[in-house]
């Protein structure tokens, strides 16, 4: 069985949760949108409702499937379907950056998050609806289940090994990249600069789906070593 000390499943889960929160996808977008009618303050509301979520979640999972995901046949389907996925989700990121497919439009979302200001807050935007936001969004998002049901259910079951302590690396390593991933946007939009051009961001892209295969063949490659 594989097994990650609480540090490297604080690393690679912040690396991950960077790469899928780098994604164009709802939550990006709401946040581009959110961060030009509020500021920088969007970024963290949202993706304290993200997490919100996701700790709720987890909650859930750890308390009616423990026992289920520690059984040995168990661990071995999912890190063979999570380190699959893995190794799909890095290949067409590298793909799609190389491709020139995935792009943030800052300006874009300046101009519309301007555009439509005013009505935002005639009506009040509030704290609180940016973080209901944050949990809508992230439910109505398809990706978002399917993630959660491939790698992870795999983290879950690996940090199971380290206890609570495995939970807690785990959770707050993937938060922690979606906090400074759409914080910086946030920040980005707000001052109204475009500091992240199209070249960095496909280059980062780049290099997190190359760390995707890497960890996705040992999500396999371990699972074939503990058989």
Same mark, same amino acid.
């Given at each position: ?88 989700? +890095? ?5 799609? *950056?190389?491709? %020139?497919? /995935?792009?943030?439009?800052? #300006? !874009?979302? @300046? ?61 707050? +390593? ?5 906090? *400074?991933?759409? %914080?910086? /946007?946030?920040?980005?939009? #707000? !001052?109204? @600069? ?34």
């Amino acid at each position: 069985m594989l097994n990650l000390s609480w540090e490297l499943l604080f690393a690679t889960a912040f690396v991950v949760g960077l790469t899928g929160a780098m994604m164009p996808g709802p939550l990006l977008t709401v946040t581009l949108a959110e961060a030009a009618r509020r500021g920088f303050i969007a970024g963290p509301l949202i993706v304290l409702g993200h997490a919100i979520l996701e700790g709720g979640l987890i909650i859930a999972l750890v308390a009616g499937l423990a026992s289920f995901l520690t059984l040995p046949k168990v661990t071995t389907v999912i890190a063979l379907v999570g380190g699959a996925f893995l190794v799909y989700m +890095g290949y067409t990121i590298i793909r799609d *950056a190389r491709r %020139g497919n /995935v792009d943030i439009d800052m #300006a !874009a979302a @300046r101009e519309t998050g301007d555009a439509t200001g005013a009505v935002v807050e005639e009506h009040g935007s509030s704290n609180l609806r940016l973080v209901g936001l944050g949990i809508g969004v992230s439910l109505a998002n398809p990706y978002w289940s399917l993630w959660w049901a491939t790698i992870g259910l795999g983290y879950i079951m690996l940090a199971l090994q380290q206890g609570q302590l495995g939970l807690w690396s785990f959770f707050s +390593g993937h938060i922690l990249a979606d906090l *400074a991933w759409y %914080g910086a /946007v946030a920040g980005v939009v #707000a !001052a109204g @600069r475009r500091l992240l051009t199209p070249p960095v961001y496909r280059g980062i892209l780049t290099v997190c789906g190359a760390f995707l295969v890497i960890l996705g063949g040992y999500f396999i490659i371990g699972v074939g070593i503990a058989g």
